[in-house]
């Protein structure tokens, strides 16, 4: 049986996550096929077809999923599932909102954020925001979940010869409706595949100085912008650069802290990262804990400063 990888994107451009969940289908050492799902999608294919690993596209194109809705999804899965035996995506919002639905239709457990994939249909999750690591087993016939993309590497996009293969698409679900999209337009990078991210917390004190602060340097080290919940929550930035448990799971070659305290909620979205740098005005902050390099300051002096030393 084969593995069914659920491609995210925007339309023009592969989400990098997804190339992570393609090598984490080849563990089961079966042809992986890649579903793309929207509409137009003749420049995404071309580059789909090219990734190593992948032996089939399949392309589901219909008007009605040019924004697609996760009932939609839902049911495309569940028209094709036979021919699969794993239904898995990089665990993001786009999945979390999909997948559980198609487990649900297919009566067999919904496995999220799998850390690790393991023999005997066994994978490695953590609980209690990655305090606590553990091993589950699923028993069913069929495994869908969603992986812990940053804990994968990505597939390369070039030497692969997938065929691309059009399936037709199930009649739209009528019962929800698309209304409109709003998204935060930047030239920043992209907080999800962002190889530096800038992040601030509530010790920053108002949406304004969020900007005036942290938007400097992280236009001088061509970063991505990130915030804690409790900014977030503050109304300091908005809900899409919140970086923790409930918000989006980074794993950049540099994570930059400011005025972040450390809680467990944040940590478990940023601890992958390969260098942490924090700088806090409290020496016994949590967050000094998981960072390799700890700067003990005020960020309203050390942020400027850090900026304006950068070339």
Partial sequence: MNVLVLAEHDGQHLNPITLQAITA???????VHVLVAGNALDSLLDSLSDISGVAKVIRAEASHLATPLAED?????????????????????????????????LDVAMISDALEIKADQTYVRSIYA???????????????????????????????????????????????RWISTKKAQSDRPALSSAKVVVSGGRSLGS??????ILSPLAAKLNAAMGATRAAVDAGYAPNDLQVGQTGIVV?????????????????????????????????????????????????????????????
């Fill in 73 to 105: 999804i839902a049911n495309l899965i569940v028209s094709i599932s036979t021919d699969y035996r794993v239904i898995l995506a990089a665990h993001s919002s786009f999945s979390r909102n999909a997948l559980p639905r198609v487990a649900a239709l």
């Fill in 251 to 311: 794993a950049p070659e540099l994570y930059i802290a400011v005025g972040i305290s450390g809680a467990v909620q944040h940590t478990y979205g940023m601890k992958d990262s390969r260098i942490v740098v924090a700088i806090n005005q409290d020496p016994d902050a949590p967050i000094f804990q998981v960072a390799d390099y700890g700067l003990v300051a005020d960020l309203f002096t050390a942020i400027p400063a850090i900026t304006a030393a950068i070339q």
């Fill in 130 to 176: 990655g305090n606590i690591l553990t091993h589950i087993q699923s028993q069913d016939t069929r495994q869908v979940l969603t992986v812990h993309s940053s804990h994968y590497i990505a597939a390369s996009t070039h030497g692969g010869k997938a065929q691309v293969s059009s399936i037709s698409v199930p009649e739209a679900f009528h019962k929800t």
């Fill in 207 to 212: 949406a304004e100085n969020f900007e005036q």
């Fill in 25 to 31: 289908a080849q563990f089961w050492q079966a042809p």
